[in-house]
Structure formats: C-alpha cells, structure tokens
C-alpha cells in the first residue's frame, strides 16, 4: 500500500480547509441533491486533490463537500470510482483512507443496486447487513500497512448494527419503507446474466451491485464504523420482464431522491446529536 499517496491527498484537503469531519457519506446515484443540504459547505473538487481519482460515469460526480448537518460535522464525496473503471483496488479505496486519516469516525456508504430477493420492488432501500466480495479482488491485498490496521480485520459486523438499526428506526418513524439484507458486489460493468443473479440469490444476497465492498473492507480495516444503504433501481436480470439499461437506473434513483435524502439526512442529524 502507497501511504504516501494517500497522506498526499490528506494534504491536498488541509491546505484548503481546516474542517475537520467526523463522519462521510459516499452518494451513490440518486443522492446527488444531499449535498446541497450542507450548512456552510466548503467544495473541492477531485481534479484538486491530489491522488484522488477521478470519476468517468455519467451521473457521478466528483467533488467532497464538507460542512455540518445541524451539529453533525460531515464531509459528502460525491462521486466514486469503480474497479470496471480501470482502477485497481487500492485505487478504489483510496478516497476513503484519505477521509480516514483526515479524522473520520463513521462511513455510510450508499449506492444504487439490483433487487435480488423477489420480494424487492424497484425503488426500495435497503439497509445493507452484510456482503458477499465476490469482485475478486481486495484491496487489503499486499504488504500491510500496520499504522493503518491490522493484517488480519476482522469482518464479523463490517456493517455497524448500531449504526444499520438507526436508519431503519429514522426510516420508520418518517413513514420510509425499508428493507433489511445483503449485498453482493460484483466487477461489473456488465449487468449479471440470470443465472449470476440466481447463484448469487442461493449465496444469501438480496441486492447486487458494482461498488461497496472494497470501500467498506478499507473502512474497517482503518477501525471506521460503517454502514450501508442500496436503492433498489431495477430488478436484477431474470426477475423482470424488461431487459435491463443504466437510463432505468438513474431514472428510479432520480425518483427516489425525495425520499433518500430526506431519510440521510435524519440520519445524519440524529448521529449529531448523539456526539
Ligand atoms: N446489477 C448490478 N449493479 C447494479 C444493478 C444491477 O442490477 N442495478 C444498479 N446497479
């Protein structure tokens, strides 16, 4: 692992601002307009952190936004980077290592993802349990940095249960429906053909998506709580009718914005007054 690459992007960031966040949430698609609820925000792009890659897909993208969510103090990375990009793992991971030793305590990560379990409908969110990595890829592997965790982490609540029960307790009492379960994260950037879908399914997922795992693996290596949220965009192959197209993706994500950003946010407020 290239520490020096990441205290480099470190920098970057300190030589624009001061702020210091205690918690990051990674927008997937459909979550863009959270952004726009910081208080105060100080914006840096991507292009001026050095290090840091840059996003190629459109609907993502690229800058950290930082600032507070009534009194939690927050930094947004809008946009992310995917391994079918052509980064390798390390690469994948090294936005949140940087927000890491920049000081933060929790991560939520958030992504658009397919529906699995039968019982989803386009347009769900879902809590996210547990993962299968079934990417190949870890972007723990090679020589240990031992200043940043352990050789061996343990993965036994890679997803924080406190953190997980949260959001399904402010989805609740703001009406949000909400589904619990575990996603699998594939390379991409195919779409799973059904037979993917159906081992997947019998492995013990309910959602499936192309980011997530590497980002979550780096966080609790780094000792950071995390938490997840999939929204459910689509229907994975073979359980709809319809073949599937990214325009489906963004087209459900942009629907379910209201929502999702009503339901981070609350999130967001209730861990500020908890601190
Ligand atoms: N598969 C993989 N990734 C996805 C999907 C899907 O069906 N939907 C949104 N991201």
Redesign the pocket.
């Known amino acids: 692992m290239n520490k020096e690459k990441i205290i480099k992007a470190v920098k970057s960031i300190q030589s624009k601002t001061d702020f210091v966040p205690d918690i990051a949430i990674v927008l997937g ?1 459909g979550l863009g307009k959270l952004a726009d609820f910081i208080e105060n925000s100080i914006v840096i792009p991507y292009e001026e952190i050095d290090e840091f890659p840059k996003p190629t897909v459109t609907g993502h993208g690229g800058k950290l936004v930082f600032g507070k969510v009534g009194e939690a103090k927050v930094v947004v990375m809008q946009g992310r980077v995917h391994l079918y990009e052509g980064h390798s793992p390390e690469k994948v991971v090294l936005p949140v290592r940087t927000l890491g030793l920049l000081g933060i305590k929790t991560l939520i990560l958030t ?5 699995v379990n039968p019982a989803f409908a386009p347009g769900e969110l879902m809590v996210i349990r547990d993962h299968l990595n079934l990417q190949c890829a870890n972007p723990l592997t090679g020589p240990n940095d031992d200043s940043l965790g352990t050789r061996f982490p343990d993965m036994t609540e890679a997803y924080n249960k406190k953190l997980s029960d949260l959001i399904v307790e402010c989805a609740v009492e703001n009406g949000i429906d909400i589904r619990n379960g575990v996603y699998a994260g ?1 390379t ?1 950037p195919t ?2 053909t059904p037979a993917e879908v159906n081992m997947v399914r019998i492995l013990g997922a309910d959602a ?3 980011s997530t795992v590497a980002e979550c693996i780096a966080a609790n290596h780094m000792g950071i709580k995390v938490c997840g949220v999939s929204l459910i ?5 073979g359980l709809s009718k319809t073949k ?1 197209t990214h325009e489906e ?1 963004k087209e459900t994500a942009d629907q379910a914005t209201e929502y999702f950003v009503e339901l981070m946010l609350k999130v967001l407020l209730r861990l500020g007054d908890a601190n």
Not at 233 to 237: E, L
């Open positions: 698609s992504n658009a993802a397919g529906g594939m991409g779409y799973e499936i998506g192309m965009t689509n229907m994975a192959a599937l993706v």
